[in-house]
């Protein structure tokens, strides 16, 4: 059996920084954010950008920086990025600005201004240039005086985000240090610019806080509603994934009911099953395409894909893309069991098909060779 897998075209200037905090949720959120966490890192992997992993944000930018990265995005667990690459997009178009941090700023009146741990960017640059300074960890009851940054009196939402900062000259008490007054401080000390993050990125991106229980629930019927969303409604009318397979054509090519890439690859006489977990992506795919097979399978349930395969014809291909690192799935299922259901499927085509060729746009094991929250 043949394994093709897409292999992404690297980035070399910004760096992912994740910082694991799950062992401070409670239990049941733990398990959630584990799944979570994991299928955000396929997707940034995914994308070519580098990606490491530690406890401590300090740690992982003094880290990065020291490896001569540019940029680096910095995240928590609960964060993830929403519309395809979107975020990805946003990101190279913000660092083409000059800035020390850019992220979500909030004006914690009697506390100084936060710079919210669920994402941020940091210009590795200036960041070298002023000492690698510590972000600054949340300090409750740090009574203090400090220069209040002058603000825009509108707001993103509600009345504490504002849409820019700058440094200030008036000296202010404060009762508290929110997470990130240090990096703040800095900046303004140093007259380098902070960036608060539009709807480019705010947009394509949604943060779970699990880091509070009330928070989280009341966030996590997002994630239900994708679940049942990308079961019985979304249809990928176009294809939304880069395919990177060697120019060859097949007498049958198996492949979910996802855009027509494979034509391409095709036989003039070949058989086409197209298989999926949502009954409306096949109808959609069926009403066009009728001479094509079409298969009803969730391949992380109790179907069996090679049952409805042509075992006896030659030259398949059977594209199992991204099915066990999928958005709209990973949520609920652990990184163990998506491993155990693809080496289930994989070895049964390999017993049945063994001169098939499997294309992977994304597998499971991804992280057997790549730094991941499970260490």
Request: glycine share 4%; charged share 20%.
């Amino acid at each position: 059996m043949n394994v093709i897998e897409f292999n992404p075209k690297w980035r070399t200037n910004i760096a992912f920084c994740f910082v694991d905090n799950i062992r401070s949720y409670s239990s049941g959120i733990c398990e959630l954010i584990k799944n979570q966490a994991d299928g955000v890192l396929a997707n940034v992997y995914n994308k070519g950008y580098p990606v490491y992993q530690w406890i401590d944000e300090d740690v992982l930018l003094k880290h990065v920086a020291n490896l001569g990265y540019t940029h680096a995005v910095v995240l928590s667990t609960g964060t993830e990025f929403t519309n395809g690459s979107k975020f990805f997009e946003a990101i190279e178009t913000l660092i083409q600005v000059d800035f020390l941090v850019a992220g979500h700023i909030l004006d914690r009146k009697d506390a100084y201004y936060e710079l919210h741990h669920q994402c941020y960017v940091i210009n590795l640059f200036h960041y070298n240039m002023i000492g690698q300074p510590a972000i600054g960890k949340q300090e409750l009851g740090s009574q203090h005086v400090q220069v209040a940054p002058y603000r825009t009196t509108n707001n993103y939402h509600d009345d504490y985000t504002p849409r820019a900062i700058v440094a200030g000259t008036i000296l202010t008490d404060y009762q508290h240090r929110c997470h990130g007054w240090n990096i703040l401080s800095k900046a303004f000390d140093n007259n380098l610019p902070v960036v608060v993050f539009d709807d480019s990125v705010r947009n394509n991106k949604i943060h779970f806080y699990p880091e509070s229980p009330k928070d989280f629930y009341k966030q996590l019927g997002w994630a239900y509603h994708r679940l049942n969303y990308c079961r019985n409604t979304f249809v990928h009318t176009d294809n939304t994934e880069t395919v990177d397979l060697p120019i060859k054509k097949y007498k049958q090519i198996v492949t979910p009911a996802s855009g027509m890439w494979f034509t391409n690859y095709l036989e003039s006489d070949a058989t086409v099953i197209m298989y999926d977990y949502n009954q409306a992506s096949l109808d959609y795919w069926q009403a066009r395409y009728p001479k094509f097979k079409f298969v009803l399978c969730d391949l992380l349930g109790k179907d069996s894909l090679i049952d409805h395969i042509d075992i006896s014809i030659p030259d398949t291909l059977i594209n199992l893309s991204n099915i066990f690192n999928y958005e709209g799935t990973v949520f609920f299922y652990s990184l163990e069991y998506r491993k155990y259901k693809q080496q289930v499927l994989v070895d049964a085509i390999q017993s049945a098909m063994p001169d098939a060729s499997v294309y992977f746009s994304l597998r499971a094991e991804l992280f057997d060779t790549v730094p991941t929250w499970h260490l």
